[in-house]
């Protein structure tokens, strides 16, 4: 099952975080083998929050060229082009984490994002099958933009986690736009704040979404520390059974609460795709 996050505003939401963090999450919650991969170019990218970046991993990434080449999203996307098949080369083209729960698709930060793009565009659909067949959840960090790759990940992905902001400006945007997207579609409000006007209970109000379709993560401090430095796994696993009275409670309750939406969401959408 294919899940796309995307905010129709870059560096707001928090949507890279957050994807990171659900699914993690997911996988801890239901054992499940899961896939992680963005379609784009970002300085806080999945593979900051997850490893911590190149220049602290440079023993283990120090031959970039010979990695980056031949492994991660580049050298997966060079042989989907030789129709190679996913099972054989699943093991040389990922990091992983969590007891081999979790596969993250790192890529090249050398190579250019336009011809990126057009290497990705070519394979994105062959590709989205093979990791759907190997896998139990695809994760995608969707770029906010109307790149092909997006769109085809959007149309493919059967659910879409709109990551939203509390900026009257940006909500305004999207659900004046985005309609399209609706059937599918659960909102996760990143670094959420109760205190604002745009609280969950407005939103729902002002925007007509249905309660069960909207969850938020408020920000947490240690959380923002963790990926910032690459320990988000750790992170979650220290966290997961924290007690109410922990300063972490409130930030993993939500954050778990997410997590089961987009599980039970998946598991209608699997019921559906069966009958």
């Not at 939401?13 to 996988?27: D, F, K, P, Q, V």
């Not at 990791?131 to 959840?137: I, Y």
């Not at 959420?192 to 006007?197: A, L, M, P, R």
Request: aromatic content about 10%.
């Amino acid at each position: 099952m294919k899940v796309a996050f995307w905010s129709n505003c870059s560096g707001r939401a928090g949507t890279t975080s957050n994807m990171a963090c659900i699914s993690i999450l997911c996988a801890m919650l239901e054992r499940k083998k899961s896939v992680l991969f963005e379609n784009h170019c970002s300085l806080h990218g999945l593979e900051q929050i997850l490893i911590g970046g190149r220049e602290k991993n440079a023993n283990i990434l120090r031959e970039s060229f010979s990695f980056y080449d031949q492994r991660g999203l580049d050298g997966l996307i060079r042989r989907v082009h030789s129709n190679y098949t996913y099972k054989e080369i699943m093991e040389d083209v990922s990091i992983k984490f969590l007891d081999d729960l979790i596969y993250y698709l790192p890529k090249s930060a050398d190579m250019n994002q336009e011809y990126f793009e057009y290497e990705l565009n070519q394979v994105i659909k062959p590709l989205l099958v093979l990791l759907n067949q190997t896998f139990d959840l695809v994760f995608v960090d969707t770029a906010p933009n109307h790149s092909l790759s997006s769109k085809l990940i959007l149309e493919e992905a059967e659910l879409v986690v709109v990551n939203l902001c509390q900026n009257k400006a940006v909500l305004d945007h999207f659900f004046s736009n985005y309609h399209f997207l609706m059937e599918k579609t659960i909102f996760l409000v990143g670094n959420y704040q109760e205190q604002s006007k745009f609280n969950l209970a407005n939103l729902c109000r002002r925007y007509q979404i249905p309660k069960e379709a909207i969850e938020a993560i408020p920000y947490n401090v240690e959380f923002g520390d963790a990926v910032s430095s690459g320990n988000a796994v750790e992170f979650l696993m220290r966290n997961m059974n924290c007690k109410r009275q922990d300063e972490n409670y409130l930030f993993m309750n939500q954050a778990t609460k997410t997590a089961q939406l987009v599980l039970e969401h998946l598991k209608k959408e699997e019921v559906s795709f069966v009958s």
